[in-house]
C-alpha cells in the first residue's frame, strides 16, 4: 500500500530563516503532490500542487520541489514569521487512482520563533 | 472554506446510537469527501462521492455509510456509534485536483 512519511513531527524555527519540510513516499508514482496548510481547530487550506513532470513550484515566500527518483518532496517557507505557524500536509495522488483520491501524511507542526 | 459548512460543528452521543453529519457547499463542486482526523493518524478517507448518487469507500469505511441526493449535500451516516469512531470529522470538495475543507465536526462518543 501507498505511504507517505512527514519526517519531523515538530520543527521549531527562528523568524525570519527558511524552514524546510519533508514528505517522502514510497511504492507507485504519484501523479501529483500537495501542501496544505492547517491551523488548530480548522480544516486544512490547499497552498500548492506541483506535478510529477515538474521539478520546482513557487508562489509568493512557498517553494516546492519534487524529485521522483528519490521520491521526495521539499517544502520551503523563505523568510519566515510567526503567522507561519501551523501544521503542514503533504498529499498524493497516485496514478491510476480513481476518483482523485489523496493520501495524506501526518503532518508537520512548524513554530517559527520570534 | 470555500462554501463549505458542516453541521452540527460539535456533538456528544451515546454507544450505539445512529449519528449523522452533513456537509454542504455552494460551489457546484463536483467531488466530495469525507475524512476522520486522529492524533498520529493524520487524515484518513472514509467515503467520497463523485456525483449524485455515486459514492465509493475510502480507507476506513466501516461502520460508516453515506448518501448523496443533490449535489450540494454529502451526508456522512454512523449507524451504531462506537467509541472508537470519536473524532474529528472533516467533509472536502473539490474539482479534478484541489480539495476544499470544511471547519470539521468534533465526535465524541461515550
Known amino acids: 500500500s501507498q505511504k507517505i512519511e512527514q519526517n519531523s513531527e515538530a520543527l521549531n524555527i527562528q523568524e525570519g530563516k527558511t524552514a524546510t519540510l519533508t514528505c517522502n513516499y514510497t511504492n507507485y508514482s504519484p501523479a501529483y503532490l500537495q501542501w496544505y496548510r492547517q491551523d488548530p481547530g480548522r480544516g486544512p487550506v490547499f497552498l500548492l500542487l506541483?506535478?510529477?513532470?515538474?521539478k520546482e513550484k513557487r508562489k509568493e515566500r512557498l517553494k516546492v520541489t519534487f524529485d521522483t527518483t528519490l521520491k521526495q518532496s521539499l517544502f520551503h517557507i523563505t523568510a519566515s514569521q510567526p503567522a507561519d505557524s501551523a501544521t503542514y500536509l503533504c498529499?498524493?495522488?497516485?496514478?491510476?487512482?480513481?476518483?482523485?483520491?489523496?493520501?495524506f501524511g501526518k503532518g508537520t507542526k512548524l513554530s517559527v520563533i520570534p | 472554506d470555500a462554501g463549505i459548512t458542516q453541521s452540527p460543528r460539535h456533538k456528544v452521543t451515546e454507544t450505539g446510537t445512529p449519528v449523522t453529519l452533513r456537509c454542504h457547499q455552494t460551489e457546484n463542486h463536483r467531488y466530495m469527501y469525507w475524512y476522520r482526523q486522529d492524533p498520529g493518524h493524520g487524515l484518513r478517507l472514509i467515503h467520497y462521492?463523485?456525483?449524485?448518487?455515486?459514492?465509493d469507500k475510502g480507507e476506513v469505511s466501516d461502520g460508516y455509510s453515506v448518501s448523496r441526493s443533490k449535489t450540494e449535500d454529502f451526508l456522512l451516516t454512523l449507524e451504531s456509534a462506537t467509541s472508537s469512531q470519536t473524532s474529528v470529522y472533516f467533509c472536502a470538495t473539490g474539482d479534478r485536483e484541489t480539495q476544499y475543507f470544511g471547519p470539521g465536526t468534533r465526535l465524541l462518543v461515550l
Open positions: 462521492s463523485y456525483g449524485v448518487k455515486d459514492t
Open positions: 506541483i506535478r510529477e513532470n515538474e
Open positions: 498529499a498524493l495522488r497516485y496514478s491510476g487512482a480513481g476518483s482523485y483520491q489523496l493520501t
